[in-house]
């Protein structure tokens, strides 16, 4: 007797059950951390480029500065215009054929650390273009450095207007390390693959994968909900009356 769809799939999650949860916590470590470390990167590289060049400043200061937006200019165009599975045979073999002994599982986090870097950069320098000037105009007038004024005035607000981004983002490499697999990273993908081809059943192991992506998802994007309204903070506030005068 031919065994139904619903018979495949707990024959797939009782022989290969405890790969799909390790391959499962391999997608959440890899996306997590590349996408925590791609959030400095961007941030970092989008002051760098959002800070002004003055003529005032020396000559050796103004060719620093215009090498490093040259630097992190072309550090976006590569990684934006080129395909993360690409990205990472490139990185993983050519890094070894070179006789540095890395890992597949440091390799793929270091590709969607480049990747978030990359289009994070330009979400933060438009966030910070969006600031208005009066708010820089005040902390210099207050005395305050180009780096205090971003630290302390102007990036709080911009990580707070980029929450959703950057829980886009998130959702985006969750679902992009799939593709390492390429680089032999035990990844949910990649457990997929060997599961379904034991048995040939493709359908079966790949709609149990589907439905694990699906339910990271929706719960990354319930928790990244709560973290926005979190930092949103109270809609209505409470006047205090003792410090208005009658």
Known sequence: MDKSLFDWIIILLKEYGPYFW????????????GTVLGFIVG???????STPISPEDGAVKRAWGYFLRILCSGYIKIFRGTPMM??????????????????????AVLVILLNTGAYMAESVRGGISAIDNGQFEGAKAMGMSHFT???????????????????????????????LNVIGIAELYFVTKTAANTYYRY?????????????????SGRLLSVLEKKMQGKK????????FED
Do not use: H
Not at 43 to 49: D, E, F, K, N, P
Not at 203 to 219: D, K, P, R
Not at 236 to 243: G, N, R, S, T
């Open 236 to 243: 209505d506030y409470e006047l205090a009356p003792e410090y």
């Open 22 to 33: 390790n391959g499962t916590l391999v997608t959440l470590e890899t996306s997590i951390l």
């Open 86 to 107: 690409v990205q990472a045979m490139v990185i993983y073999y050519g890094l070894r054929q070179n006789g540095v002994n890395i890992s597949s599982f440091v390799a």
């Open 149 to 179: 004024t971003m630290f302390s005035v102007v990036l709080p607000q911009v990580f707070r207007n980029l929450i959703p981004e950057m829980g886009n983002q998130f959702i985006t490499n969750l679902k992009m390390t799939s593709v």
């Open 203 to 219: 359908f079966e192991a790949f709609l149990i994968t589907g439905i694990i992506y699906l339910v990271l998802c929706e719960i």
């Open 43 to 49: 941030y970092s590289m989008g002051i760098v480029r």
